[in-house]
């Protein structure tokens, strides 16, 4: 057989396998073929397309679908927030309105202000150190200050600031929660815009253990409560706790409080 005859039966040999694959992708594409919601396609395209996950899904195409066939909360898109929830709205013939706005809060004060157990030398993660001993802090409750918070967040809304606390940048914060569910000792959490009052402090030590360590810890004296005019402020189990839906935002705890650990904002 010669060369030109060989050359031609391989190309004929492989043309005609190329064309029954072709035949076959035609066939299964059109047999195996998934039908898509316009409504989800919709959706999809009004997302941001972050994929951050933060909605609970996995992945904005995941939210839109659960959004369209199982009821999924409009509003459960926290980066595109009320104008895409309105949005939705409008493709899926439902109204929406608009929440208060909620923003991530730091409940520690301590920082540099709190002593350190030991040096570490290590991976910059605060669940790294975390794993040594409950972390380097002389407080187990308070912040690592290690910024595992500031990676987690996609938008570079918070950085760790001078005194080696978190700090949050509402103008760029879309209140995604990531940086909330990436904190190991659960420093972070989600506080109204109206609620002014806080306690930056989470430990349940006796005061005399916290005066030992923290400069700003609180130290369950009581003062704030018997300071506040409506009964808002609490102690328990050493630590004063703001009842939201009764302060009035008097500063009255705040003017009291020995250890700076009740702040307006």
Not at 103 to 130: L, Q, S, T, W
Request: hydrophobic share 35%.
């Amino acid at each position: 057989m010669s060369m030109p005859t060989l050359l031609i039966q391989s190309m004929a040999t492989l043309g005609g396998l190329a064309l029954a694959i072709g035949v076959m992708l035609i066939v299964a594409s059109k047999k195996f073929k998934v039908d898509v919601n316009p409504l989800v396609e919709e959706v999809t395209e009004i997302l941001p397309g972050v994929n951050c996950g933060a909605c609970g899904y996995a992945g904005c195409a995941d939210f839109a679908e659960h959004v369209v066939e199982d009821n999924a909360p409009l509003t459960g898109c926290p980066v595109g927030g009320f104008d895409v929830a309105k949005e939705i709205g409008g493709i899926l013939g439902q109204e929406v309105s608009e929440g208060e706005a909620e923003y991530p809060y730091v409940r520690c004060n301590g920082g540099v202000h709190c002593v350190d157990r030991f040096n570490y030398e290590g991976i910059e993660d605060c669940k790294a150190v975390m794993m040594l001993s409950e972390g380097e802090k002389g407080c187990n409750y308070g912040c690592m200050g290690r910024g595992t918070c500031v990676r987690a967040c996609p938008f570079d809304a918070i950085y760790i600031g001078d005194e080696r606390l978190p700090k949050i940048n509402k103008n760029l914060c879309t209140s995604c929660g990531l940086c909330i569910e990436s904190c190991p000792n659960d420093i972070l959490v989600f506080a109204k815009e109206s609620e002014k009052v806080h306690v930056v402090c989470m430990s349940h030590d006796k005061g005399k253990t916290v005066k030992a360590v923290c400069e700003n810890g609180c130290i369950g004296c009581k003062l704030c409560e018997k300071a506040c005019p409506v009964d808002a402020v609490h102690v328990t189990k050493f630590l004063a706790e703001i009842d939201q839906e009764k302060c009035i935002s008097c500063g009255k705890c705040v003017e009291k409080c020995p250890q700076g650990c009740i702040e307006m904002r």
